[in-house]
């Protein structure tokens, strides 16, 4: 019996783990994959205090040695349910059945797809969602960023390092990334920002991709494009099914300013919690909110307040 379960490893996990350790709760964290969660894998973050310029992969090593420094336990498994029986929680996971006094659902989100004919087919073979990660194989090759956020913004100003050219595709005339980033991708020499436009289709040759074909939304004019990879930002889905509490139309799971969710001692934290930004800064946060009313909730019993 644990007192506390945090079931994912990003920022939001990681922090809670810090938190919940100083509290001298027996905790354990639970990952799927790797630590550090999506932002593990950014070029660079230039917006976390303290840091004005520092790899994903080098600020979450940070946050990995802090955590584990204070001694916090983490298992690699997949969380399939977390049952309720009176105020134990019990999660059913690929290494076994485990129990805890509380949750902290700390599982983050996942790119979205768009399902353009070809992208299904041609993923790992020119079609990607992580720069970083990809992004070096199109060392001087023609690419494609689909996306207006601040993410598909940033992945373009990357892949312009790398790249011969970079075709930044967006559907709306004006983008959502900060000014920021927009300013760096209207700088760059070889990207070319193309608006008011959607992916319609990916095509490919002998197994990897070669064409991108745009749609204008308003004339409804076709281009065809040459591009060897097709770069996807479009949202994320949050990473929420295995766990039974009030949702918002979208999946994120809703919670109040406690991060409590719709079952008491269940928390929510970070990218998988309804919330208006997705930064690390914020999931460090919740992280810490969550990991300080687990606390409260486990020595005190404190009961679950109305979500708003």
Same mark, same amino acid.
């Given at each position: 019996?644990?007192?506390?379960?945090?079931?994912? /490893? =990003?920022?939001?996990g990681?922090t809670?783990?810090i938190?919940?350790?100083r509290?001298r709760l027996? *905790?354990l #964290?639970?990952?799927?994959?790797m630590?550090?969660g999506?932002?593990?894998?950014?070029?660079?973050i230039e917006?976390y205090?303290g840091f004005?310029?520092?790899s994903? $992969? =080098?600020?979450?090593?940070?946050?990995?040695?802090?955590?584990? /420094?204070?001694?916090?336990?983490?298992?690699y498994?997949?969380?399939?349910? @977390?049952?309720?029986?009176g105020?134990t929680?019990?999660l059913k996971?690929?290494?076994?059945? #485990?129990?805890?006094? $509380?949750i902290?659902?700390a599982?983050g $989100?996942?790119?979205r797809?768009?399902g353009?004919?070809?992208?299904k087919?041609?993923?790992?073979k020119?079609?990607?969602y &992580?720069?970083?990660?990809?992004?070096p194989f199109f060392r001087?090759?023609p %690419?494609? !960023?689909?996306g /207006?956020?601040?993410?598909?913004v940033?992945?373009?100003v990357? #892949?312009?390092? #790398?790249a011969?050219k %970079?075709y930044?595709?967006?559907?709306?005339?004006?983008f959502?990334?900060e000014k920021?980033h927009?300013e760096?991708?209207e700088s760059?020499?070889n990207?070319?920002?193309?608006?008011s436009?959607?992916?319609?289709e990916i095509?490919?040759?002998g197994?990897? %991709?070669?064409?991108a !074909? @745009?749609q204008n939304?308003? *004339?409804?004019?076709?281009?065809? @494009?040459d591009?060897?990879? %097709?770069?996807?930002?479009v949202?994320?889905?949050? *990473?929420?099914d295995?766990?039974?509490?009030?949702?918002?139309?979208?999946g994120f799971?809703?919670?109040?300013?406690?991060?409590?969710?719709?079952v008491p001692?269940?928390?929510?934290?970070g990218? &998988?919690r309804?919330?208006?930004?997705l930064?690390v800064?914020t999931a460090?946060g919740?992280?810490?909110?969550a990991?300080?009313?687990?606390?409260?909730?486990i020595?005190n019993?404190?009961?679950?307040?109305e979500?708003?």
């Amino acid at each position: 019996m644990y007192d506390l379960i945090i079931i994912g /490893g =990003g920022p939001a996990g990681l922090t809670a783990g810090i938190y919940a350790q100083r509290s001298r709760l027996k *905790t354990l #964290l639970i990952e799927k994959q790797m630590l550090g969660g999506q932002i593990a894998v950014s070029d660079v973050i230039e917006n976390y205090p303290g840091f004005p310029s520092i790899s994903g $992969a =080098g600020l979450m090593e940070k946050f990995e040695e802090h955590a584990k /420094g204070l001694g916090l336990e983490v298992k690699y498994a997949d969380v399939y349910n @977390i049952a309720v029986e009176g105020s134990t929680k019990v999660l059913k996971t690929s290494e076994g059945e #485990l129990r805890a006094k $509380a949750i902290i659902v700390a599982t983050g $989100a996942k790119p979205r797809r768009l399902g353009a004919p070809g992208e299904k087919e041609y993923t790992g073979k020119g079609v990607s969602y &992580c720069a970083t990660c990809d992004g070096p194989f199109f060392r001087k090759l023609p %690419v494609m !960023v689909v996306g /207006g956020g601040d993410t598909a913004v940033k992945e373009a100003v990357y #892949l312009s390092k #790398l790249a011969s050219k %970079v075709y930044l595709v967006h559907r709306r005339e004006k983008f959502r990334a900060e000014k920021m980033h927009q300013e760096k991708a209207e700088s760059a020499a070889n990207i070319e920002i193309i608006k008011s436009h959607v992916l319609k289709e990916i095509k490919g040759e002998g197994g990897l %991709v070669k064409k991108a !074909v @745009i749609q204008n939304v308003n *004339t409804s004019e076709i281009r065809e @494009i040459d591009a060897e990879g %097709v770069f996807i930002f479009v949202g994320i889905n949050p *990473t929420t099914d295995f766990v039974d509490v009030e949702k918002d139309e979208g999946g994120f799971i809703k919670t109040n300013q406690k991060m409590e969710t719709s079952v008491p001692g269940i928390f929510a934290a970070g990218d &998988c919690r309804t919330t208006p930004l997705l930064q690390v800064a914020t999931a460090v946060g919740d992280g810490a909110i969550a990991a300080y009313m687990a606390e409260a909730y486990i020595e005190n019993g404190e009961l679950v307040t109305e979500c708003p």
